[in-house]
């Protein structure tokens, strides 16, 4: 199947499942698309005892998608930028301490209090697993996934400041959580004596250098913006920034997400858009952006639906599954709970907004490619089956429910 089949295939599916969804169960785009997908996925493996040609060719499909590598190095830049672009830049200033104590410490936090949950979770349903994977582990599904959140959230009409922290938090803990599960990694890989310094090192050329890159670019960008007034040639100016720059941080070894998040909140910014774009060339360029990001969001979600082929269905690792989801929504309450405590009363919380930000702390794409790269020997099928249990409960129950839970709690 070549790559322009299996784009087609996809972008025909996601057509398909979003008009279902649209005209009868209407649900959120990103929920409804990936409910109606595992549906008919599911459909599929029962047909497949009768007649398995259907099976055969969606797990065909998915041979030919390496997950991983289209969401972390292609897909993840593109939505980012989105992100930032329509990101309130002023909100984000005002609670820049709190964001990047959660995208920081609580992800770290959190990376360590699941790890020794799993542990002790796989042990109670029988499956030895060395401590360092269930490490690993933690590492892969602490971060809240940007995408799975920016795309609930635009509808479920939270307080301005609290949507600022959950986005702003899930736009820069992936960066600081990939950091974290590479350390991890190369400890697990046992390769190399890997030292604090090397994890510093590790933080401030990937995090450090990411941000650094993407201001630089951003800079670069809006010049270039600000030089010219034709809005095709902007809006590719855009676009090249983001493909340009994602191949560059990559080069550099420098966080790409984090580089993209950092340019689109530049070229989002309320002063640069208007003293660079005309209003023409501003509608222009938030239109091509919202099209791209919902364009990339419906084939994302069709193709989390679909990495069901991929898992090993074993009684144990789903029970594990389970047995995983209250332990995670537990561990991010408690990675929340110091950071809060030391600036809500400067920055006015609102009240409940630990339990608002645990239910709203969606995981995703991310979390599943990180999976999908551990190795046979790191439990890789066990941990693949566990990280989309998660995801999925994430998604579907907390993304249908955290719109009601932030309205009767901010009501109180």
């Given at each position: ?9 996809l972008?025909?599916?996601a ?14 785009t ?12 599911l ?13 055969h ?23 980012l930028f ?5 990101t309130n830049?002023?909100q984000l ?13 609580s ?14 979770i796989?042990?109670?349903v029988?499956?030895e ?6 490490l ?6 602490s ?18 400041s609290?949507e ?74 855009t ?6 720059g994602t ?12 580089a ?14 208007r003293?660079?774009m ?39 690792f ?15 309450y408690?990675?929340?709970m ?20 645990t239910?709203?702390?969606l ?13 046979q ?5 066990l ?9 999925v ?20």
């Open positions: 199947m070549s790559l322009f089949v299996t784009i087609t295939v972008i025909v599916l057509a398909l499942f979003g008009y279902l969804n649209e005209r009868f169960l209407k649900l959120p990103s929920i409804g698309l990936m409910v109606i997908t595992i549906i008919f996925t459909l599929i493996l029962a047909l497949g005892s009768v007649n398995d040609t259907l099976l060719q969606e797990k065909l499909l998915i041979s030919q998608i390496d997950f991983e590598t289209v969401l972390l190095d292609i897909m993840l830049s593109f939505l989105a992100g930032g672009l329509h830049f002023q200033k005002v609670q820049r301490k709190p964001i990047l104590a959660f995208a920081t410490f992800t770290i936090t959190s990376t360590f209090l699941i790890g020794i949950l799993t542990y002790y796989l042990i109670l029988n499956l697993v060395d401590f360092i994977y269930c690993l582990f933690g590492a892969l599904i971060p809240t996934d940007p995408i799975a959140v920016l795309g609930i959230l635009k509808k479920v009409g939270a307080p301005k609290l600022t922290k959950i986005v702003g938090e899930s736009l820069f803990n992936d960066g600081v959580g990939v950091v974290v599960f590479l350390a991890i990694y190369e400890i697990a890989k046992q390769e190399s004596g890997i030292t604090f310094s090397h994890v510093a090192e590790l933080f401030l050329v990937e995090v450090v250098g990411g941000i650094a890159f993407g201001l630089l670019l951003g800079y670069i960008t809006y010049k270039l913006l600000k030089s010219i007034d034709n809005y095709d040639v902007e809006v590719i100016i676009l090249a920034a983001v493909m340009g191949v560059l941080a990559q080069y550099l070894h420098l966080s790409a997400p984090l993209m998040v950092t340019t689109g909140l530049i070229v989002g910014h309320d002063t640069v858009r003293s660079s005309s209003e023409v060339t501003e509608q222009y360029v938030d239109k091509f952006w919202e099209l791209v990001d919902i364009l990339l969001n419906t084939i994302l979600f069709v193709m989390i639906g679909m990495e069901m082929l991929a898992l090993t269905f074993n009684k144990h789903i029970i594990a599954g389970l047995l995983c989801v209250p332990a995670l929504l537990a561990t991010r408690l990675s929340l110091l950071p809060i405590k030391i600036f809500e009363k400067k920055l006015n919380f609102i009240p409940n907004t630990n339990l608002m930000m239910w709203g702390g995981r995703g794409g991310i979390s599943i490619a990180l999976a999908l790269s551990l190795t020997d790191m439990s890789r099928d941990f693949l089956t566990i990280t989309y249990i998660i995801v409960f994430s998604i579907i129950g907390q993304g249908l429910t955290v719109g009601g839970l932030i309205k009767k709690l901010t009501k109180e």
